[in-house]
């Protein structure tokens, strides 16, 4: 892999971790697009810059998250709330990670697995999303904050990420539309699920070379540092504008390109085009 190859797929993945149109499906088809051998470390390299991105963006939350688990777990003010609703969140995609890692590894190298993956996000968005913009005109009261979410909110959020570890199912759309569906107020469902990347990147950052000691070996690290950086940038704009489509109650526009990128995957495939 060369650097500007690297750096291309890191501003695919920087856009499309988070904005709903899955970011594993798309770094899987521009690898094989552009003849690169799919790798599930450098998708994890360039998950560590986009990372970065929440934290560049929400570090200030995550620390108030952060610290706000040590008060709690000191003095049980309820403080302690939000940490553990993101751990919870967390843990069905640990489980199907752990469970089904050879065969989420053996999809990525699917372009038919990954369509599949692009469809299903599609449909999500469009039955979720029409039911936020008839939901719209209801009272803010009683919707889901940071001050009212629940073990059993977070654990709905974490069956919809955990749905998301395959390729071609968008996670922050799985989330965000999770959310949205648990009746979460829409600037908090898209810092919720941004946030909520954190433990399963961290995780599978930190798990995967553990598990696979060579990885690293066969890669070029140049190349992954300025993958990262890419995707750095990238995740940036891209939660700038997504916040700005949730808030708009739009996401369903989203559905008609996964849909379009779906379909042509199928038929690119179906039709022997692939190379």
């Known amino acids: 892999m060369t650097t500007l190859q690297a750096i291309v797929l890191g501003v695919i993945q920087g856009l ?17 697009i552009m003849g690169v051998e799919p790798s599930v470390t450098f998708a994890l390299g360039v998950h560590v810059g986009t990372a970065l991105a929440v934290l560049a963006l929400y570090g200030r939350d995550v620390w108030g998250i952060v610290a706000g688990f040590f008060r709690g777990m000191a003095y049980r003010d309820g403080s302690a709330r939000v940490a553990l609703c993101l751990v919870i969140t967390s843990i069905p995609a640990a489980i199907v990670g ?11 190298s699917s372009p038919m697995f990954v369509a599949v993956g692009l469809l299903i996000s599609g449909a999500v968005l469009w039955v979720t999303g ?23 909110h ?7 990420q955990a749905i998301a570890v395959f390729p071609g199912v968008s996670r922050s759309g799985m989330t965000i ?12 469902a898209a810092g919720y699920s941004f946030i909520a990347s954190l433990p399963v990147i961290l995780g599978a950052v930190v798990l995967w070379p553990v598990s696979n ?32 489509v949730v808030q708009h109650g739009k996401l369903r526009r989203f559905s008609y390109y996964l849909w379009a990128v779906g379909l042509a995957v199928i038929l690119w495939e179906t039709r022997g085009l692939w190379l």
């Open 16 to 32: 499309t971790e988070f904005l709903p149109v899955s970011s594993s499906g798309h770094l899987a088809l521009a690898q094989m």
């Open 98 to 108: 752990l469970a089904a890692g050879d065969v989420v590894e053996a999809a990525f």
């Open 130 to 152: 029409g039911r936020a913009v008839s939901a719209s005109g209801r009272s803010a009261k009683g919707r889901v904050t940071s001050r009212t979410i629940t073990y059993s």
């Open 154 to 160: 977070a654990l709905g959020v974490g069956v919809a």
């Open 177 to 188: 539309s999770g959310a949205l569906g648990l009746g979460f107020e829409r600037t908090f």
């Open 213 to 244: 000691p060579d990885a690293l070996a066969s890669l070029h690290l140049p190349s992954l540092a300025a993958g990262a950086v890419a995707s750095f940038v990238s995740g940036i704009a891209a939660m700038l504008v997504l916040r700005s």
